[in-house]
Nanobody, 121 residues
Framework: QVQLVESGGGSVQTGGSLRLSCAAS????????MGWFRQAPGKEREGVAR????????TYADSVKGRFTISRDNAKNTVYLQMNSLKPEDTAMYYC??????????????WGQGTQVTVSS
């Protein structure tokens, strides 16, 4: 059974930083693509960042480029999202996800329960 457990969310002021972590179990962690998504109230879920299995290639949504960094530690079965220069529009529930099929945002089929990030102005 695949389990993804996020942690590290919280409340910060504009310009602050947070580091999200996602611990994975139930899958061979070095194989799947990993990603972070977010969903704000009243908005559709959007892909924020994703990383390939070896960890040497990442892509980001335009809205977070230069501020967020995704990384993974396959030895610890953990993926991270470092978020700097946070803005109020980053406020959302953040979800960790895994794909064992492909890089496509639509193929992320395993999900965590989410962790709330709130950025105040």
């Amino acid at each position: 059974q695949v389990q993804l457990v996020e942690s590290g969310g919280g409340s910060v002021q504009t310009g602050g930083s947070l580091r999200l972590s996602c611990a994975a179990s139930g899958l061979t962690f070095s194989r799947p693509f990993m990603g972070w998504f977010r969903q704000a109230p009243g908005k559709e879920r959007e892909g924020v960042a994703r990383i390939n299995p070896s960890g040497d290639f990442q892509t980001y949504a335009d809205s977070v480029k230069g501020r967020f960094t995704i990384s993974r530690d396959n030895a610890k079965n953990t993926v991270y999202l470092q978020m700097n220069s946070l803005k109020p529009e980053d406020t959302a529930m953040y979800y960790c996800a895994a794909s064992v099929r492909s890089w496509s945002w639509n193929d992320f089929g395993y999900w965590g329960q989410g962790t709330q990030v709130t950025v105040s102005s």
